[in-house]
Nanobody
């Protein structure tokens, strides 16, 4: 059974930082690409960042230069370091994984999802 468990969310003032973690219980996790998505109330789920096994990365324009995705294939964990947070970053953040090396910005190719962690940025 595959489980993705996010942690690290919380309430932070604008300009602050948070680091999200996603612990993955999946054999051969290193063969999977991982992504972070977010969903604000009343809005569709949107792409934030993705990373593959060769440490290729891609980011949404809205977070480029502020967020950094990384992974530890020994600990089977994906991270999202979020700096210079803005109120518009407020959302539930989800991690997801998909087989293969492709860095997908659509949620559709992702096979497994976590339950989400709330990030709230106060103005």
């Amino acid at each position: 059974q595959v489980q993705l468990v996010e942690s690290g969310g919380g309430l932070v003032p604008a300009g602050g930082s948070l680091r999200l973690s996603c612990a993955v219980s999946k054999r051969s996790f290193s063969n999977y690409a991982a992504g972070w998505f977010r969903q604000a109330p009343g809005k569709e789920r949107e792409f934030v960042a993705a990373i593959n096994w060769s440490i290729g990365t891609t980011y949404a324009d809205s977070v480029k230069g502020r967020f950094r995705i990384s992974r530890d294939n020994v600990k089977d964990t994906v991270y999202l370091q979020m700096n210079s947070l803005k109120p518009e970053d407020t959302a539930v953040y989800y991690c997801a994984i998909k087989w293969g090396i492709g860095l997908e910005k659509s949620p559709n190719p992702y096979d497994y999802w976590g339950q989400g962690t709330q990030v709230t940025v106060s103005s």
